[in-house]
């Protein structure tokens, strides 16, 4: 069974920084793309950012691209979202994602993605 556990989340002021981490286990790491995703209080969960099963890819939303970036570690069966200049409206929970490198739909699509994580809480305050 897939697990994915999130970790890294807390408090930060405005401009801050964050690194967000993701184990994986249950799965045959190197097989899938990684994604994040996050949901905000009272809104859509949104995509974030995805990096390629052999890490040499990397996707943005526009919203982040620049502050974020999220790599991979295939020997530690670890996915990481560091995050810089944060703003508050960067604030909501942030959720690690799996799917088959084999789905060939596009990759902010989040009912691509079969496991996800239980998300860790990130607050940007002003």
């Known amino acids: 069974q897939a697990q994915l556990v999130e970790s890294g989340g807390g408090l930060v002021q405005d401009g801050g920084s964050l690194r967000l981490s993701c184990a994986a286990s249950g799965l045959t790491f190197s097989n899938y793309d990684m994604g994040w995703f996050r949901q905000a209080p009272g809104k859509e969960r949104e995509d974030v950012a995805a990096?390629?099963?052999?890490?040499?890819?990397?996707f943005y939303a526009p919203f982040v691209r620049g502050r974020f970036t999220s790599s991979r570690d295939n020997a530690k069966n670890m996915v990481y979202l560091e995050m810089n200049s944060l703003k508050p409206e960067d604030t909501a929970v942030y959720y690690c994602t799996a799917r088959s490198r084999d789905r060939h739909s596009s990759w902010y699509i989040k009912d691509s993605y079969p496991y996800w994580g239980q998300g860790t809480q990130v607050t940007v305050s002003s």
């Open positions: 990096v390629s099963w052999h890490g040499l890819s990397t």
